[in-house]
């Protein structure tokens, strides 16, 4: 590979000045205040491709912009594409934060911001990593193909409809132009300070809304209680059947197609030597609880979670009001393993809630979204490859986990083009992503770039089939 320390070290300061710059755009997608700001931030990355002599395109959807670019084509390289976002979540509650959300500040050695590390701060370091080989050597050793969203924060609506085809002209079709061998997405952590890792496994999820309705109006729950269903309480009886107290989910058939952990594994989070102690002191709780027989580790990552997200119904004013709600209802979510499908959950969902909803309920259960869960085999060669230039941006060999969250476009790229997908996070677990005071290690950001370049390099390397 060619030795890009002295570009890397010429460049070091404008690597961090054109981050602030870009975290300043405040490019909140789901608020339509802040629309020209998110135009200004995906114009901005547009002009840095096309200074990369990039073929550059600010495809418009039915939302905000997709940025796609792409290298000079060569035929028989391995072809990348890299996937991001630049749109970035609302910075509320403001007066958390202890600089504001959108004055890029630097304190011991980290930047804080809003997109700091989701996305905006990850993303662009493979924007850098594949500057440093088209400056310093004049070409790519593979083919690179750049697609970054502006609605990941707000629904992906747009790419939605960008890959199904909405957006296709005669001579661009959305599949054909970002056909590729593998995708890379650096929108999420490493395992700890001082160990990269390189995630091979997400959880899935299905997402639903329960809607109750009783009595025709509020009623006295003196005078009525006790004849009549109240919903709240129908409510709190139908979610808590559908986990018992030692964490198994009580759907039928929902453990049938998961693919239990292998011993293997197993070892392999054991030797990650995660501390519960350390764990339940950083989240302020006592005690730790979930699905007997597995560590925390592994039940985070790997195994099947159900979690009601927000309830409501009924009197929730000052002092007492004694109602018998009319109507109640809750959000709730199962987190997947792989080889889940969040259409056979949703209908065993179904037929348990209209089995035990109690009469006089009327009952809405409401599919908000669903997403499997996915893996990519240790054994690829792209793995391989992103262990290795990992080890050489990072100075120390990464660790291989899987993580509890979900990243539908993940499933996207399999369904669609049936690739899969290298998730390599340059982040902290502490990095405060949705929350107040975001931040990002700017020495984490610059071994980001290092390992962008040489994981180029690595890839180069695979032979195509």
Known sequence: MANFDDYFKTNHSRFESELCEWLRMASVSTDPQYKPQVEQAARWLATKFEGLSFKTELIETCGHPIVYAESPQVPGLPTVLVYGHYDVQPPDPLDEWITPPFEPTIREGKIFARGATDDKGQMITHLYGTEAWVKATGKLPINLKFLIEGEEECGRKGLGEFLAGKYDQPNRKALELIDADIVVISDSSQYAPGMPAVTYGLRGIAYFELRLSGPKQDLHSGAFGGAVSNPANALTQMLSALIDLHGKIQLDGFYDDIVELSETEREQFADLKFDDEAFMKGLGVTGLTGEEGYTTLERRWARPTFDINGLWGGYQGEGAKTVLPAKAGAKFSLRLVPNQDPKKVYESLQRKLNAICPPGITMDLIDLHGAPGSMVPIDSPYMTAAAKAIEKGFG??????????????????????????????????????????????????????????????????????
């Open 396 to 465: 120390k060999a990464p660790v291989f986990i899987r993580s509890g969250g979900s990243i539908p476009v993940v499933n996207s790229f399999a369904e669609k083009l049936g690739i899969g997908t290298l998730l390599l996070g340059w982040g902290q677990d502490d990095d405060n992503p949705h929350s107040p005071n975001e931040k990002f290690l700017l020495k984490d950001f610059h071994a980001g770039i290092r390992t962008s370049a040489q994981l180029w390099e690595e890839i180069s390397k695979i032979e195509l089939a």
